[in-house]
């Protein structure tokens, strides 16, 4: 539980740099793409283990 509340402050101080660096320079401009990338993985992440421990669950009700 504490890396999804640690991933959760990541997640946010990454968006936030992100919304940052867009106000400063081109979308397409490195720093953006790369904190976008950045924020992907993140959030991955944060899916891939929310969605672990919702797994379980959804094979007890059968819909796996």
């Known amino acids: 539980m504490k890396r999804v509340t640690a991933l959760k402050k990541e997640i ?3 968006r936030v ?3 940052r ?3 400063l320079h081109k ?5 953006v793409v790369r904190m976008s990338v950045k924020l ?6 944060y899916d ?3 969605h672990k421990k919702q797994q ?9």
């Open 12 to 14: 946010e101080a990454c």
């Open 17 to 19: 740099e992100m919304i």
């Open 21 to 23: 660096l867009a106000s």
């Open 27 to 31: 979308l397409s401009s490195p720093e």
């Open 40 to 45: 992907d993985h993140l959030l991955n992440e």
């Open 48 to 50: 891939e283990i929310t």
């Open 56 to 64: 379980p669950t959804l094979q007890k009700a059968g819909y796996c």
